[in-house]
């Protein structure tokens, strides 16, 4: 019957935690009523080893010992309730509701499964939780297929290998000491101290494309006390242009760009057209939005970010115009054929 | 039964025992609801427990389960009263989760977080420092999202409607409408609001970066009795049959377009390029795109996007060639 290893489990812990004495295998066997199932020592020697494994791996204490009074060789098995317990978390309505809205952070995520269980567990302690929160959901997801090991490697202090494209199309294997895996903008990354190169990196984990191999053992090496993981992966933000930029606009486009304006008023030079005085913030990220609008806005001053414009809307032509002769297209045949050698 | 079902049963069987203890009488329904099972199923594990106890199985020593009311009650489980302690992972999840959301409240809701953080944290010790190397940031980090999440988290508190500026960037334009909200919520690190579009009349989810402003109403907004929530992945990534797929090659410096932008099929190309393929619902917004892009990509089709791009960038660099600028007299291109 499908229930019948449930049942002896679920027999097995009532058992080991019901009793204040070591029990010894047979003991066990006797109290069990499902072993009778096998009917050699050997045959029920697998099954408890099986069954003690599986209670182990949802985190019950099984432990063993012998009571030192009768000297016996024979060790005992029994679970130490006050170590398999959940200790008494006092929590409120409230915090309990904010508990449910943190396990729902993961309900798209690598950790979904232990999220929920984790707050079932809470919920058995016999508090309700009221729905608060305000409607507020955040959410995180897992999509990167590294999630799963890199987490798991970093929670338990592994060394890693993978396969990983570098931002310049390259690939290159890295051999890493998992630091911290670290979420922001909706992206994951890894940090860790690259052990081909001797220093703190930053990985993004879309970019691996092997397989996460561990390497060595558990507790290898220790993480730095001042890791902070999100200040290493906001390193690369360009500092803040404080300049502000003349831009013109046609009335009506642009819409995105004039909710940085600092002042528009309609351009006396250009009757359809609005003069724009832009916080330039981001450079770059300016230049691209202006190059983006093409003939819908037109970037005076200063005279760094018109000639990146014009630089952009130059490339983009270049670019685009070398493919719209038809003799350049590169068809996707010949592409996998270049790929593919060595 | 597989091992690890038998093991996934027997985890939900530890925590079912003190839930039920702890609820004598609750209806086999909103236990069924509470532990994402049927009723059935639930019968099923009630009649299981109902053989289990400690040795000797004679009556008196198994666990006495009633459900014929339909109201169950649970006792002679001592073993296994309580429920298990947190695993690792388990621990961490909630740890970090709650980490997470202490720098979203506002400081007048931190108190819940922080309290829940300090009592889970002293139950799992163990879990704490492997908690803090899972590091999520959801904070917004622009501050015009920041201040309309809050005017949003406002208004569902408040249950009120709000008025919105909206801009929809494939037609280029602000758009103004009423909205009761729904829901605040974020994904892949953008945040939404769900909400009842009074100009719609439909549920919409609106993009907070592209707020171009929101203002509390003082009229109640509650949503309509139909206004039914839907996944927030699945109204965005839901794909349609009007959907235009576009072929783009970029070089090494536009490879962040397939990491940014939904794509259905990437490909390698020599020399660190890469073909990617998107499935758009209105194509408007490429040829923008690859001005952007500023010669890092083309398009490959369709071939009328293609000639656009080539269009809209000769027309450009023409405005450019008499834009009147009295501070630079730089050559025309």
Redesign the interface.
Known sequence: M??R???R???L???L??TRRWLTKEQIR????QYADGDTAEAFDRMFE?DKE?LR????PVVTGTDERWFDDEPGYRID?D?????P????A??????G???R??Q?AG?AG?????????????VDTDD?G????????TPEPAFGPL?AA??DRQAVSFSYRK????LAVREVE??????????WYLIGNDRGRGAARVF?L?RIESDVKRRGRTGAYG?PESLD??SMIGKHVPPVDDRVATV?LRT?????L??QVVASVPSA??PGWDELQIRIGDAGMLA??L????????A??P?DL??E????????????????APEQ??T?EE?ID??SQP | ?S?VA??A???R????V??LL??PGIELGEAAR???ITEQQLV?DLE??F?????G?MPDDLIAAEWDSGRIYLAN????A?????????????IA??R??SD?QEPG?RR??D??LV??S??AQDAVP?A???????TP?QS?VEQALGTA?EA??RHRRLRLQY???AR???TERDVD??????????WYLEAWCHRAEGVRLFRFD?V?GLRLLDVDGTPPGDAVSRA??EQLFTPSPDDLMVTL?VE??G?WVA?YYPVEDT?????????VVMRVASPDWI??????????????EPTAL??Q??D?????????GT???P??H?PS?
């Open positions: 499908s229930s290893r449930t049942e489990l679920l027999n812990v009532i058992c935690a019901a006797a109290a069990v009523p099986r599986d791996d949802l985190g019950i309730r170590d398999y317990a959940l200790p978390i006092e929590l409120d409230q915090e309990l509701a904010v508990v809205l943190a396990s952070v993961w798209q950790l232990p999220a929920a269980r984790a707050l079932t567990k809470l919920t058995a302690l016999g608060a305000a409607g507020l959901e955040p959410r995180i997801r987490y970093t929670r931002p310049n199309g390259d998992p630091w911290a895996v670290a979420s922001r903008n909706g992206r993004r879309s993480v993981a999100q013109l009506g486009r642009g819409a995105g004039r909710r030079q250009r691209q939005s190059a983006g609008l093409g003939p819908d806005a037109i005076l001053e005279a018109r000639g414009v014009v630089r952009r809307l130059k490339g983009a032509l270049a670019t685009q115009a070398e493919l719209a297209l590169i996707p592409t270049v790929v | 039964m091992a038998a093991t049963r027997l985890s069987l530890l925590t079912m003190p839930w702890n609820r509470n532990f994402k099923k299981l427990l053989v289990c106890g400690t040795p199985h489980a001592d073993a296994i309580r429920p298990l302690r947190l695993d690792q992972d388990e621990a961490i999840a909630l989760g709650l997470t959301l979203l809701e819940a977080v309290s829940a009592k889970l002293a139950a492997a803090g190397r899972l590091d999520i940031d959801l980090g015009g988290r569902l508190r801009l929809v960037p280029d334009e602000i909200p729904m829901q605040v919520t974020s994904i892949d690190g953008r592209r171009a927030v992945d090659e090494p410096r490879r990491e490909q390698e190309l020599p020399g660190g390029r890469m073909r040829p923008r795109l690859v001005l952007r892009l500023g010669g890092a990509g083309r398009v490959v293609a000639r791009v080539v809209t960038a000769t027309e450009a660099l023409a405005a450019y834009a009147m600028s501070a630079h730089e291109h």
